[in-house]
Every structure is written in structure tokens, then in C-alpha cells.
T-cell receptor, first 118, second 109 residues
């Protein structure tokens, strides 16, 4: 049973390009969180999704950032027109059951995508 | 707004010591308190989850306690080993899962 899979592990983009980060949750998990981690900082919540539904996107910048979790396929975090300040590690986490946000159960994290904007 | 603090930011100890890692949070209305471990370049691994109604949880050499009234949680690591070297993060679950900045632990052989 594979864990949470994120790809790519490393992504390099030039300013103004688009970045697409993918996350496949654990088998049987239908809820996904995205977090951003800056150096020497804790993880910051970005968005919480259920399949085909955004539950909470209050942590996501209003512009350039979007997220989706389609019925089939991985969850995608999309950053348009990237800037140097977007350079960070982006982590995805999943859990199995529904319920209040956040869940009253353990989250399982992927290994993250390190985005570097040149 | 929930704020989670971990002090100190880093700790270096010789192998074999019993350790205490501290976590404080400002809003006591939490669902649970979780401790995670993060190795360099890796994601987070969940270590322990303490429900708001519980006082402590144990897993092997790890024991986590929770005192909601004082807004504190403590992670005890018994007989530390070099393999315990990592960054340890606590997270308080209220409206959101809010993380502290972590404590970088180095256990020297």
C-alpha cells in the first residue's frame, strides 16, 4: 500500500512560468491537504479538498494559486506566473474519513515538492 | 487565532539522554494535538496524536502529554539514539491544523 505520492520531487521554474504539483493520496483516502513550508518556518495550511470539492481554501493566496482534486487522478496544486517568493517546499497530506476540518485522526504526508523559482 | 510555539528551536545532546520537547498553543479549544517527525528533505511522519479528552499517548520510547488548560504539550523521548536526530513538529488541531516551527534535535553518538 503506497503512501502519499508527490511529484515531481524537485521543480525548477523561471519567473512567470507555471508550476504544477501533483499529489496522489493513499489508497482509500478521499481528503487531501496542501501545505507550504518555507526555510526555518513551520508548515502553513493552504487548502483542504475532497474529491471534486474544495472544502477550505482560506490559506491559499487569492491570485495565481489554484487547487483541484478530480474524481479520477491526483490532486493538482497550480501556481501561475511564479515569482521568487513562491520558492518553498509544498507538502500534500491525506486522510481517510470525512468530518470536521481538520480530521481527528492522523494525517499521512508525502515527501513534498521543492519548488525553486529562478 | 491559534499560535503554536516550540522552544528551543534546536537541541544537541549526547546519546542516551532522556529528552523533553515542549510545545505551547494559545487557543485551548482544540480537537487534538499531534507530534510529527521530519527528516531532511522528507515529508512528515506522524508520531503521536492526543485527543482533546486524553492526557497522554505512548509509543515505544515516545510519550506525549497534553494539558489543555495551560496550553502545553510535551514529548518525552527516552534513551535517545542518533537515529532520533530529526526535526520534531507539534501541531494543534482547532479550526485548522496549526504547526509550530519545529525543534531540530541532534543526538550525538
Amino acid at each position: 500500500n503506497a503512501g502519499v505520492m508527490q511529484n515531481p520531487r524537485h521543480l525548477v521554474r523561471r519567473r512567470g512560468q507555471e508550476a504544477r504539483l501533483r499529489c496522489s493520496p493513499m489508497k482509500g483516502h478521499s481528503h487531501v491537504y496542501w501545505y507550504r513550508q518555507l526555510p526555518e518556518e513551520g508548515l502553513k495550511f493552504m487548502v483542504y479538498l475532497q474529491k471534486e470539492n474544495i472544502i477550505d481554501e482560506s490559506g491559499m493566496p487569492k491570485e495565481r494559486f489554484s487547487a483541484e482534486f478530480p474524481k479520477e487522478g491526483p490532486s493538482i496544486l497550480r501556481i501561475q506566473q511564479v515569482v521568487r517568493g513562491d520558492s518553498a517546499a509544498y507538502f500534500c497530506a491525506s486522510h481517510k474519513t470525512g468530518g470536521p476540518s481538520p480530521p481527528n485522526e492522523k494525517l499521512f504526508f508525502g515527501s513534498g515538492t521543492q519548488l525553486s523559482v529562478l | 487565532k491559534q499560535e503554536v510555539t516550540q522552544i528551543p528551536a534546536a537541541l544537541s545532546v549526547p546519546e542516551g539522554e532522556n529528552l523533553v520537547l515542549n510545545c505551547s498553543f494559545t487557543d485551548s479549544a482544540i480537537y487534538n494535538l499531534q507530534w510529527f517527525r521530519q527528516d531532511p528533505g522528507k515529508g512528515l511522519t506522524s508520531l503521536l496524536l492526543i485527543q482533546s479528552s486524553q492526557r497522554e499517548q505512548t509509543s515505544g520510547r515516545l510519550n506525549a502529554s497534553l494539558d489543555k488548560s495551560s496550553g502545553r504539550s510535551t514529548l518525552y523521548i527516552a534513551a535517545s539514539q542518533p537515529g532520533d536526530s530529526a526535526t520534531y513538529l507539534c501541531a494543534a488541531s482547532s479550526e485548522k491544523l496549526v504547526f509550530g516551527k519545529g525543534m531540530k534535535l541532534t543526538v550525538n553518538p
